[in-house]
């Protein structure tokens, strides 16, 4: 455990690695520099003991050729020359040379510890495959000594016949003794390489680890509040770099406490120009500190005048209002709050939530005052919305309930009644077709989940088509119905064709319903004035009809707001009409507004996209 304790510190540890990657590298250079130098010589030596096998063979061809002719005094005289030739040649080195005749008997051998076996059989396995005319008879054994050698036996051919043998055993010690020397010379030098890294390692490591041991001293320093501490960088290495960066965060940390107050004064300010009322308490719910909004939605001029005041009392709640719940786990209640004599009341969404401290729980609570007046109209609205839409269906659905009824109860007897409840049950099933459509194609827009598929359209031919459509029924009534463009460079414009024909109908249809027989419709196009920016084509549709009072303008884009009710749903219309107008221009960016004056009539002007030039993208 002390060793494992000891390796804890990062001198120790830097040495340690230093010396097994020197000791790694080492092992394996010289793995690999001992494996390829055995087989140098392994292959070097086989390859020597190979040649000199060739030669002697082809060497004592002629003797043993001579000796199958020759007579036995002469044969023994030529096995004698031939032994002193070997003994000769190879008197430099061990290797024990025996010349075998065809029938493996052995006829001249090295060394006067050979002559023995002259003139034996010689049965090694390698001999007898020479014999046979089989090169390549090598083997390796250890013999009496313990010591490794090598058997070669090379056949002797003559006119590719097999008259005898050569077999050679060399020694194979000085080749290993070689190799041991080798080892040891790259053992030694590891052992004297591990020494010197070891040695360098502490060095380097301790130039390594001596900044960091003053960085942490330094560091132990400042937590006990001394913040007066630089560290000296003398490189710019990584530690050098460490150095600067203690030396950076200990300026920085001065500074931070030097800036607690400003970071104070900063949450004031905060909390002064938040829209949404924030009040603190304490423990037991009395104020501690309110911002500028909460004042005002209050109706408190000064902050001192509700300071120490029990926030249930600025609230206007009792106590039995708020559970207990409230002051530890936090909730959300809604207040009406009177700012002011001169203000109606607002209403305002007050969320408690305890803070915690630890060891102490709840040490006070965050009051946050959020303004939901507008939300509040904004659900009346959708209220008022439902209740319209409900209106508008059960009036043309009771109609159908009384007619269908009378027609049960024998009005169907009578052809003509029939015909006309009937006409009356169908036009009421065609308006109610229509509302639905309408709030369809609102609710589409309202979702965004209808795209628009833009095009190119000349302005001319767009208006041109709607008052084609419309010709019919202004002549119906003697009106006039015209188009005109002002000037002749009006572009045409990118938008969806089907989406502004629906536009336009309704504006046009709006146009002639609420205007006198014989009266006048004009639709007109022109470049949009310099205040709409560049780009932008205005469309006018106007009439000289009965016009819209100043009062209702505001809300001429209400969904289902009529400014006369019973004449328009007497003329077949839903209310939705300038509704679905307006989200259309919408969509495309542009902008639509009513110009009127009861009794002179109405001009709708709206604006919509000029279309790139060719070649260029919008």
Do not use: C
């Amino acid at each position: 455990m002390k060793g494992i304790r000891s390796l804890q510190t990062i001198q120790l540890r830097l040495i340690v690695i230093y010396v097994l990657l020197i000791l790694i590298a080492m092992q394996l250079i010289g793995v690999y520099f001992i494996r390829t130098l055995e087989d140098s010589f392994y292959g070097n030596f086989n390859e020597n003991l190979d040649n000199e096998a060739y030669l002697l063979a082809d060497y004592v061809k002629d003797y043993l050729d001579a000796n199958l002719s020759g007579t036995s005094g002469e044969e023994q005289r030529t096995y004698e020359d031939l032994t002193v030739f070997i003994r000769n040649l190879f008197a430099t080195n061990d290797t024990e040379i025996q010349i075998i005749d065809a029938n493996g008997i052995v006829v001249s051998a090295s060394g006067q510890a050979q002559e023995g076996i002259v003139g034996q059989k010689n049965t090694q396995t390698e001999v007898n495959r020479a014999l046979q005319g089989i090169r390549g008879n090598v083997r390796t054994m250890i013999d009496a000594d313990g010591k490794r050698k090598r058997a070669v036996a090379m056949p002797v051919q003559s006119d590719g016949k097999v008259i005898g043998a050569v077999y050679l055993v060399a020694s194979m010690e000085g080749l290993f003794d070689t190799m041991n020397r080798i080892k040891q010379f790259l053992f030694t030098g590891t052992a004297i390489a591990l020494g010197l890294t070891a040695v360098l390692g502490i060095i380097l490591a301790n130039m390594i680890t001596a900044p960091i041991k003053e960085i942490t001293r330094k560091a132990a320093a400042i937590a006990v509040g001394n913040l007066n501490q630089r560290v000296n960088v003398l490189a710019n290495d990584e530690i050098g770099q460490l150095g600067n960066a203690f030396n950076d965060m200990t300026q920085r940390l001065k500074q931070a406490l030097s800036s607690i107050e400003e970071e104070k004064e900063k949450l004031a300010s905060i909390l002064s120009n938040m829209s949404d009322g924030v009040i603190a308490t304490d423990e037991f719910g009395r104020t501690v500190v309110l911002n500028r909004s909460a004042r005002a939605m209050l109706g408190i001029g000064d902050e001192d005048a509700a300071v120490g005041r029990d926030v249930l009392e600025l609230l206007g709640l009792r106590r039995e209002d708020v559970s207990e719940a409230a002051w530890t786990e936090g909730a959300v209640l809604n207040v009406v709050l009177t700012p002011d004599a001169g203000n109606g009341p607002l209403t305002a969404r007050a969320t408690f939530s305890p803070i915690h401290r630890r060891d102490h729980g709840v040490s006070g609570t965050v009051v946050l005052l959020h303004d939901v007046t507008e939300q509040e109209k904004l659900d009346a609205s959708r209220k008022e919305f439902v209740a319209n839409v409900s209106h508008e269906l059960r009036t043309p659905l009771t109609t159908i309930k009384s007619y269908l009824e009378a027609l049960d109860e024998g009005a169907l007897e009578d052809r003509a009644l029939a015909e006309r409840f009937i006409g009356v049950t169908r036009n009421e099933t065609e308006r109610m077709i229509r509302l639905v459509n309408d709030l369809l194609h609102l609710s589409r827009f309202d979702s965004r989940q209808t795209p628009l598929t833009l095009e190119r359209v000349g302005m001319a031919e767009l208006l041109e088509e709607v008052s084609d459509r419309f010709a019919f029924q202004a002549r119906q009534r003697g009106m006039g119905l015209s188009v005109e463009l002002e000037g002749e460079d009006v572009p045409p414009v990118h938008v969806d064709r089907d989406a502004i024909d629906q536009v336009l109908d309704n504006l046009v249809s709006n146009a002639i319903k609420y205007s006198p027989d014989e009266g006048r419709v004009v639709l007109s196009a022109r470049h949009a004035p310099a205040e709409a920016g560049p780009g932008w084509v205005e469309v006018t549709v106007r009439d000289w009809g009965i016009g819209i009072p100043k009062k209702d303008l505001h809300r001429i884009f209400e969904r289902f707001y009529r400014v006369d009710k019973a004449r328009s749903r007497n003329m077949g219309g839903t209310g939705l009409g300038l509704s679905i107008a307006l989200e259309i221009v919408k969509a495309h960016g542009g902008t639509i507004r009513i110009e009127s004056e009861p009794g002179q009539g109405t001009a709708v002007v709206f604006t919509l996209p000029a279309a790139p030039e060719e070649g260029e993208s919008r």
